[in-house]
Structures are given as structure tokens and as C-alpha cells.
């Protein structure tokens, strides 16, 4: 039996792209946030410091977890059988990456309801520690969307052919290479987070962010050739396609080059060429990941008798075509708040701009 008995529709295909997009915006945007937040018990000597770092982000940080949202509701409207399937494989690891979430966004609204240092410095290794959960797992489950998820016919329930489940266990996606996905996100996140932060700040803080860019990124660099080359090594999954297998190969690569370009452009003082590098490299590591995970959308459909795939997860064409419409008037208008909230904050700061506790503005210097 093929894979895809049916060939997918131009609607099923262009969903999977939309929804592709949705998740690299994603991890571009607020895998920045993810990096700063990482850093933050790192970076700031004194209070200051650290309340100038957190504002790098403060304006921005929830408005980019809409991606996220944006993604996982895209999923579930156009393949429902991919949701389904999906998070309920995947539950324990999805409930990590929600008190990660839930945790940095408690950790940013309570460090300042008091002015005491292990009050706020508590406070900032939780934003940290709760950073630090979403890239991990994030990593490990892309690696297994390469290896491919096992999954397990029902059988036949009222002479219907019921959907596969999940064959496998949560501590079986800790397997080396999904490992190695972990590692490689949080340093790619660290990096890139990094390098956002020394382009929003300036002075001293800056210098030093610029600084542990270069650190981060060569730390970052084996990890990543490991992810990049061992996933486009990986056996074949039933039904991928030679053409889009030479696509992930490409875009891994120079993706690879775009983060070797972004640490040695860094490392010259240009930090938003830098950014703009290592954006473009979680978005070509994105590209390549979606490339493979058609049209099998990341499980291992060998030997079922009712495969996984685009075709058999996705809803009707009539929902599709109603979210295509839908989404031609709404994404628009998201992309210009988001593009004019990032307009309006887009200056950098310093000491001098954080006002002390009292709420008087502190005199700026020169």
C-alpha cells in the first residue's frame, strides 16, 4: 500500500505550508525571547542591569507566544488528525513547554512587585529556568519528528478503520539524536537571544552581550552540524520525496552558514546584520525540518493500514477553504501591529533610561 492513496489537494499543501510559517515565526521571534530570558541571571551585575535586559523584550515577549498559538490552532483546524495525534503522543512533553511558558510569564510580572534583590534575583532564575524548558523540548521533538514518530494501527472499530496511535514512550524520544535537537535550540535560542539583546542595549551592557554572542556561538557551532547533518542522514521515511529531501539538504546547510556568518559578523561590532543571520538560519533550519515532514507530517506510517499522512489527517475542503479566507484578511493585520509594536520600540537602552525605584527618571549622562 503507497502512502498517499489520494493526491494531496492545493489547499492541504499550502496549509502545511501556512502552517510551516507559523511555527518558524515562531521560533525566530520569540526564540529571541527565550534567549534573553535565558540570560538574564548571566548578563546583569546589579538590578539595573537586569531591569535593562528585561526590557529588551518587555514590550514584545507575549505578543510573539501568539505564533505559537496561532500554530498549534492552525493544526488543529486544518489536519485534526495530525492534532490529535500528535498531542496526545506528545503530552507530557507539551505540558513542560506550558509551565515553561506559564513560569517566565510569572517570573516577568512578579520580579518588580518588590524592590529586594533575592526577591528579583528568585524571580529571574525562574524567567530562565522557565525560558530554558520550551527550546529544550522543542529541540528534542522536531529531532523526532526526523527520526520519525512510531505509531500503531487500532484496527477496525464498526467496520471502520480506526486512526493510528502513538507506539512509543516519553522517555523514548530522549534518544541521542533527540538529545542533540535539545542542546542544539537552547544554544542556537542563547545565541540568537544574545545577539537581540547586545543590538537593543548599549554601552557596557551591550559590549558584553556582544562578547558572549561570539562565546555562545562557537559553543553553538558543533552541536548544530551534528543536528543538521545526522537529520538529512536519517533513513527515509515511507513516501518522502527525493526533491524535497535535496531541498532540507540545502537549507540545512546554509543555514549552517548563515550562523557562521552571524558570529563573525558579531564579533565586528555588527549586530543587527548578526540578528538577521542568525533569524535566517532558525528559519532555513525550519525549512529544512517541513521538508521532511512531508507527506507523512513526521510519523512513521510503515506497515499501517491506515497511514498518517496529509491527506488522511487533513479536515474538508470546505474548512480549508473557509481558514484560507479567513486568514488572507486577518494575518495582514497581525503582521502590521506586530511590525508597528517593534517600530515603536525600537530604540536602545541603557541604565541611564531605567528610572530608580522611587519612579524618578535617572539624569542621562552626555
Known sequence: MTLLAVTPSFLQVLWLVLIAVLWIGFLFLDGFDFGVAMLLPFVGRNDKERRVIVNTIGPVWDGNEVWLLTAGGAMFAAFSGWYATLFSALYLPLLLILLGLILRGVAFE?????????????????????????????????????????????????????????????????????????????????THGAIYAALKTKGEISGRLKKLAVTLGLITALPAVVFVVWGNLLPKLPGQLDSLRM????????????????????????????????????????????????????????????????????????????????????????????????????????????????????????
Open 110 to 190: 512578579y520580579r518588580g512587585k518588590r524592590p529586594d534583590w533575592a526577591w528579583r534575583n528568585r524571580w529571574d532564575w525562574a524567567a530562565a529556568i522557565g525560558s530554558l524548558l520550551p527550546p529544550l523540548v522543542f529541540g528534542v521533538g522536531f529531532a523526532n519528528f526526523l527520526i520519525g514518530l512510531p505509531l500503531k494501527d487500532q484496527g477496525v472499530l464498526g467496520g471502520t478503520t480506526t486512526a493510528p496511535l502513538f507506539n512509543g514512550t516519553f522517555l523514548g524520544l530522549f534518544s541521542v539524536y533527540g538529545l542533540v535537537g535539545g542542546i542544539t535550540f537552547v544554544l542556537v535560542f542563547l
Open 247 to 366: 531541498v532540507s539538504w540545502v537549507a540545512g546547510l546554509l543555514g549552517l552558514v548563515a550562523f557562521v556568518a552571524a558570529v563573525l559578523v558579531v564579533r565586528k561590532g555588527r549586530e543587527g546584520i548578526a540578528f538577521i543571520l542568525t533569524g535566517t538560519t532558525i528559519a532555513l533550519v525550519g525549512v529544512m525540518i517541513f521538508a521532511q515532514l512531508y507527506p507523512g507530517l513526521g510519523f512513521n506510517n510503515t506497515g499501517l493500514q491506515a497511514p498518517l499522512d496529509i491527506t488522511t489527517a487533513s479536515s474538508s475542503p470546505t474548512t480549508l477553504t473557509l481558514m484560507s479566507i479567513a486568514a488572507a484578511i486577518l494575518v495582514p493585520v497581525v503582521l502590521a501591529y506586530q511590525i508597528w509594536a517593534y517600530s515603536v520600540f525600537r530604540r536602545r537602552l541603557g541604565v541611564e533610561n531605567i528610572p530608580d525605584e522611587s519612579g524618578e527618571p535617572v539624569a542621562v549622562v552626555g
